[in-house]
């Protein structure tokens, strides 16, 4: 009798632990945090706000602005492989001045911070940018 309540007490045991995962609730995985994000977000919490992406860009315009000129011409657009910059000649007179680079950068968040809370989160990047302009 003792050995059959100790074989009745484990095999409750087995079926009680082995069924708590079915009432957790599904927790959807959020996407990976991109390189990419991770260099943007300097303060390291866990959004890049609208400083963050204009210091951003003002790094990526130098970068692409060899000739120090103070803006981007045909030539040096070449380099940028992420595109980003494409949309900003706005006058298009074939050269990106720091003005029109901030002015597509700001555009650029204001369209992508979904909930309009003034920094775009991982999720946001993840549905929005990275389909559209590759850092």
Same mark, same amino acid.
């Given at each position: 009798?003792?050995?059959? /309540?100790? %074989?009745? =007490?484990?095999?409750? /045991? %087995?079926?009680? &632990?082995?069924?708590?995962?079915?009432?957790? $609730? @599904?927790?959807?995985?959020?996407? @990976? %945090?991109?390189?990419?994000?991770? *260099?943007?977000? %300097?303060?390291?919490?866990?959004? =890049? !706000?609208?400083?963050?992406?204009?210091? +951003?860009?003002?790094?990526? &315009?130098?970068?692409?602005?060899?000739?120090? *000129?103070?803006? =981007? #011409?045909?030539? $040096?657009?070449?380099?940028?492989?992420?595109?980003? &910059?494409?949309? @900003?000649?706005?006058?298009?007179?074939?050269? =990106?001045?720091?003005? $029109? @680079?901030? *002015?597509?950068?700001? $555009? +650029?968040?204001?369209?992508? #911070? !979904?909930?309009? #809370?003034?920094?775009?989160?991982?999720?946001?990047?993840?549905?929005?940018?990275?389909?559209?302009?590759?850092?």
């Amino acid at each position: 009798m003792l050995k059959l /309540c100790k %074989v009745l =007490i484990l095999l409750l /045991c %087995v079926i009680l &632990f082995s069924s708590i995962n079915i009432f957790a $609730e @599904a927790v959807p995985a959020l996407p @990976a %945090v991109a390189p990419e994000f991770q *260099s943007i977000d %300097v303060n390291n919490d866990a959004a =890049i !706000n609208l400083d963050e992406i204009q210091t +951003y860009q003002a790094k990526k &315009f130098a970068e692409l602005d060899k000739d120090k *000129s103070g803006d =981007i #011409d045909t030539e $040096e657009l070449k380099a940028d492989d992420s595109k980003m &910059f494409q949309k @900003a000649d706005k006058d298009t007179d074939g050269k =990106i001045t720091k003005d $029109e @680079a901030e *002015s597509q950068f700001t $555009e +650029y968040f204001n369209q992508f #911070d !979904n909930n309009k #809370d003034a920094k775009i989160d991982n999720q946001e990047y993840s549905d929005n940018w990275k389909g559209v302009i590759y850092f």
